[in-house]
């Protein structure tokens, strides 16, 4: 069965947490960013099981600062974008001193109060706290029984990157349990409570979904990062018209291929429409 609008996966951590080096490990691949900041960046997992198959938009997001963070996501109008994800993957260095695991804290508190105020108690989605590899010698040595009860708190199950084979029950360990627990997951149902009013046939070629809900994720990113909404108004307007003209054209030049090499056009033009941004 091929999932057709699947959830989404988000990936975020503090800048230099390692998030780009895990999704290569994870997925074979990582987005090449064109800035110094990995936010906005999206990927594509093609993914197949026993049971289903689907190519599961990845979402790519940086917390330079918890508490602006927090503040965006938790609003009224973010919650259409944050009920479509289904995993939340926060990467972490592993500490150097105890300030570093307070911090570490704060953002998985962060992050828990972002899918309560948006799912309720008790959401569906996939929780994951993944320790990579720090380049500072010595690190803070915690034994992984502290990790998991640090990110129990908070509705995380804790996932040490570097880790390998299985452990004393069996269970993968380290980027294959990271594999495990989202083929694991139920991806239906991407498509939330928008109401998107393309036509059909530029929704089914040109995924027009995506293109909205990543244009609504953009702006949140706008806002946590400081853009000023008034000075970058004009060349917000200019930027958004050239992408429309882009997205014609890739219309136009999508027309007589056949459907699927056009709906694989389709959904790479989007990709990186979406990387310009």
């Not at 040595?141 to 129990?152: G, L, T």
């Given at each position: 069965?091929?999932?057709?609008?699947?959830?989404?996966?988000?990936?975020?951590?503090a800048?230099?947490?390692?998030?780009?080096?895990?999704?290569?490990?994870?997925t074979?691949?990582?987005?090449?960013?064109?800035?110094d900041?990995?936010?906005g960046?999206?990927?594509?997992?093609?993914?197949?099981?026993?049971?289903?198959?689907?190519?599961?938009?990845?979402?790519?997001?940086?917390?330079?600062?918890?508490?602006?963070?927090?503040?965006?996501?938790?609003?009224?109008?973010?919650?259409?974008?944050?009920?479509?994800?289904g995993?939340?993957?926060?990467?972490?260095?592993?500490?150097?001193?105890?300030?570093?695991?307070?911090?570490i804290?704060?953002?998985?508190?962060?992050?828990?109060?972002?899918?309560?105020?948006?799912?309720?108690?008790?959401?569906?989605?996939?929780?994951?706290?993944?320790?990579?590899?720090?380049s500072?010698?010595?690190?803070?040595?915690?034994?992984?029984?502290?990790?998991?009860d640090?990110?129990?708190?908070?509705?995380?199950?804790?996932?040490?990157?570097?880790?390998?084979?299985?452990?004393?029950?069996?269970?993968?360990?380290g980027?294959?349990?990271?594999?495990?627990?989202?083929?694991?997951?139920?991806?239906?149902?991407?498509?939330?409570?928008?109401?998107?009013?393309?036509?059909?046939?530029?929704?089914?070629?040109?995924?027009?979904?995506?293109?909205?809900?990543?244009?609504?994720?953009?702006?949140?990113?706008?806002a946590?990062?400081?853009?000023?909404?008034?000075?970058?108004?004009?060349?917000?307007?200019?930027?958004?018209?050239?992408?429309?003209?882009?997205?014609?054209?890739?219309?136009?030049?999508?027309?007589?291929?056949?459907?699927?090499?056009?709906?694989?056009?389709?959904?790479?033009?989007?990709?990186?429409?979406?990387?310009?941004?």
């Amino acid at each position: 069965m091929e999932i057709q609008n699947p959830r989404r996966i988000l990936v975020l951590g503090a800048p230099e947490s390692g998030v780009l080096n895990l999704l290569k490990d994870l997925t074979g691949s990582a987005p090449e960013p064109s800035t110094d900041t990995t936010a906005g960046l999206t990927h594509t997992w093609d993914l197949s099981t026993r049971y289903y198959t689907a190519k599961l938009p990845i979402w790519i997001d940086e917390i330079p600062n918890i508490e602006d963070w927090r503040a965006e996501f938790i609003k009224p109008e973010a919650k259409e974008v944050v009920t479509v994800v289904g995993a939340w993957v926060f990467c972490f260095k592993k500490p150097v001193a105890e300030k570093d695991v307070i911090l570490i804290k704060d953002t998985l508190k962060a992050i828990a109060d972002v899918i309560e105020k948006a799912y309720g108690y008790g959401g569906d989605a996939v929780c994951l706290a993944v320790a990579t590899p720090q380049s500072t010698t010595p690190y803070l040595d915690k034994p992984s029984e502290e990790w998991d009860d640090i990110c129990i708190e908070y509705g995380f199950e804790f996932v040490d990157s570097e880790s390998k084979g299985k452990n004393e029950f069996g269970e993968e360990m380290g980027v294959k349990r990271v594999e495990e627990a989202l083929k694991a997951h139920d991806w239906e149902g991407g498509e939330g409570d928008l109401d998107f009013e393309a036509d059909d046939e530029f929704g089914a070629s040109f995924d027009a979904e995506e293109v909205e809900m990543n244009m609504e994720l953009f702006g949140m990113k706008n806002a946590v990062h400081g853009m000023d909404e008034d000075e970058d108004e004009e060349a917000g307007v200019e930027e958004l018209e050239n992408m429309m003209r882009r997205m014609v054209a890739v219309k136009d030049m999508g027309e007589g291929m056949p459907e699927a090499e056009r709906k694989r056009f389709a959904a790479k033009a989007v990709n990186d429409l979406m990387k310009d941004l």
